[in-house]
């Protein structure tokens, strides 16, 4: 190479045992070739299980904020048709949205009309439903119509500044998304809230009655039938009411039907004060203890490892507490307590679990662990899909309705 050339650095001298091979990397070359363990792409591009962790929990993450953006923005591009639609429709026809958005939006709403010819022409338009002007508007263009047009839209809106504060928090989450960047937790969780706020606002979710006491949760409502009925999962009591306080659970029920030992979540989490006003504000409430005199009680003292008799008082004195409630209703008829005596198997407070607004807590009696500490189910009663599918089946919170029907059926009242 001459002196004006580039010189690259000498290669490996080791001896390769291969003086006459062809295939030898000559001297002064370099060799770009590394390595590589069967079934690995490379070290420097491996993923570890650290790595795989961090992506798994970008895309669950992503993935749940896709979900409430996609509500969103569907529910939000149904609300701006309903509005102005009838105003713009009877004069330009297909070409409405175009007039709706005006001088204003002549760039945009131009943009969206190219990519719907580009959608017709490659045939990515699988729905025709969605072969229309307004199915291309990004939601800031969307925004942007309801503001331009806040007229229309303030009869069926109370406030204009929440609709845009709401969107403004989802723009930051919309940005990291459609980027495929990292999301926080924190910016999750407040693209939640803000899109459940606006949901709201916009009068979506109402076709869910119990969602006044439980919110439906995005993912739920799209999935939640493959686990019948089980909407949440808390490892605990402690953990439930701190997501679902008694409040939330109880507060403003018409029927309130609980089963289980000493049925602690109600007594010590909801005041007589409170059962009082519910009683007769026309709740209708059915209370099943566990005998505090029976067989049952001693045998789950023996699997606590508790004090013997200390169980049993402790249920006796759930069950005054609720005799001194019904003391003073005008109606003690419609506060009705009974003890069973058989063995226990669950505890579960069904609200308003015989119409289609029922929610219910659900726990299992573990050997070793007492009440506080079992893991609580929440499930979502009513119109849920499973309930009526093709085989006839029936989520949990009917199976465990009915198990509180025979258990009624089969004890006895407390005077």
Known sequence: MGSGGLELPPGDTGDTGHEGNSTDVPPGAVSLARPME?????????????????????????????????????????????????????????????????????????????????????????????????????????????????????????????????????????????RNRALSEAVLGQAERASAKLLEILG??????????????????????????????????????????????????????????????????????????????????????????????????????????ELSRAVEMNILHMRRVRSRLRDPGAFEIQVFDETPRFTAYLVDGDGSDGVAVVQTYLRRTRGMEAPVLVLRGGNRVLKADQNGEVGLFDTYREEFEVAWADSRPVS
């Open 204 to 309: 979506a979710g109402s076709d869910v009655p119990s969602a006044r006491r439980l919110p439906v949760d995005a993912v739920e409502d799209l999935i939640g039938d493959r686990y019948a009925d089980v909407v949440a999962v808390h490892p605990d009591r402690v953990r439930l009411l701190r997501q679902f306080p008694a409040e939330d659970l109880f507060g403003g029920a018409r029927r309130l039907d609980a089963i289980g030992i000493g049925l602690n979540l109600l007594v010590q989490n909801f005041s007589g004060r409170r059962l009082v006003r519910l009683a007769e504000s026309g709740c209708r409430v059915r209370l099943l203890f566990l005998n505090p005199a029976s067989s049952a009680v001693k045998r789950r003292e023996r699997e606590l490892g508790i004090k013997r008799g």
């Open 38 to 178: 069967t079934g690995s792409i490379g070290p420097e591009l491996d993923w570890n299980a650290e790595a795989w962790l961090e992506v798994r929990t970008r895309a669950q993450r992503a993935g749940r904020a896709y979900i409430w953006l996609n509500l969103v923005e569907q529910r939000l591009r149904a609300v701006v048709a309903a509005v102005l639609r009838p105003i713009y429709e009877p004069v330009h026809g297909d070409d409405w949205v175009v007039a709706a958005a005006g001088p204003a939006g002549q760039e945009w709403v131009q943009r969206a009309v190219a990519v719907r010819e580009v959608s017709r022409r490659k045939g990515y338009l699988l729905d025709p439903a969605d072969d229309n002007v307004l199915s291309f508007l990004t939601l800031p263009q969307l925004r942007e119509l309801m503001v331009q047009h806040w007229p229309c839209f303030e009869p069926y809106i109370d406030e204009r500044r929440d609709v845009e504060l709401a969107l403004d928090e989802l723009e930051v989450t919309r940005n990291v998304v459609s």
